[in-house]
């Protein structure tokens, strides 16, 4: 719990320290007085880029097969439909190189958005905490691994507000903070149209205090309808595209 804590803190202390916990499964107990620290992100981090396209990572050795397996699996769309190529560490890391660390956390899954820069002579991990359900889905394990590669969440675009309604009488107000836009100063959308079926837009009740009504409404021709939103089997074209924009990839190949 300290640890978290402290995470907490440091993210919404530290210029660079952005950092998403997620509510997926209602693991987060929307009534734990802690999880205000777990959730909080600030929003006015510049996005911040890995140096180089290739991205060395780790699994932890308590994973299972299957964890592993889902991790292989999710990281292997990124090798397969982007110029980014993972790969894993069979020994310690190069000097000086951070590398993505994916862990098992009892409850949490979240990670920092975007290259955390690495001190003077420094070298280290970059954590990505996952719980057993988030360990288990590919899916998820993409959505986090595209907020450290410097994706927000869909529904934090600067121009989301064109798109949806946030019902905030559904939501406890410490969490409001969840669900704030990012500036355009800061976050740019690479003109890639919203997206609904994003694997980075919440669900339509994430955070509800009533999870049978929503806490996301699409705006349709200006009018806020319930609808599906978000999902967890993967990347689509549209966050694909911004990973290839982001990093530079050869989008003619
Ligand atoms: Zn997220």
Same mark, same amino acid.
């Given at each position: ?154 529904? =934090? ?40 079926? =994003? ?55």
């Amino acid at each position: 719990m300290f640890q978290f804590l402290l995470l907490g803190l440091l993210a919404g202390a530290g210029a660079w320290g952005t950092e998403y916990f997620e509510n997926y499964y209602n693991e987060i107990d929307v009534d734990d007085e802690q999880a205000e620290v777990k959730t909080r992100n600030a929003m006015s981090s510049p996005r911040q880029l890995w140096p180089s396209t290739r991205i060395y990572y780790r699994i932890a050795s308590d994973c299972s097969p299957e964890e592993v397996a889902n991790v292989h699996t999710a990281l292997a769309t990124f090798n397969e439909q982007s110029c980014l190529q993972f790969e894993e560490l069979t020994g310690p890391a190069p000097p000086g190189s951070r590398y993505v660390y994916y862990k098992k956390s009892e409850k949490l899954c979240g990670t920092r958005i975007g290259y955390n820069p690495l001190p003077v002579f420094g070298s280290g991990s970059h954590d990505v905490l996952l719980s057993p359900k988030c360990m288990a889905v590919p899916g998820i394990i993409q959505h986090e691994t595209l907020h450290l590669l410097g994706l927000y969440h869909e529904q =934090s675009r600067p121009d989301r507000d064109d798109h949806v309604v946030i019902d905030y009488d559904n939501i406890p107000r410490k969490y409001w903070p969840q669900f704030m836009a990012t500036s355009s100063s800061t976050t740019t959308t690479y003109d890639v149209p919203y997206d609904f079926e =994003s694997v980075m837009h919440y669900p339509k009740n994430a955070f509800a205090t009533d999870p049978s009504k929503p806490t996301i409404r699409a705006l349709v021709d200006g009018v806020p309808m319930e609808r599906e939103m978000g999902q967890t089997v993967g990347p689509t074209e549209g966050d694909l595209f911004k990973i290839r924009k982001m990093y530079k990839c050869d989008l003619t190949a």
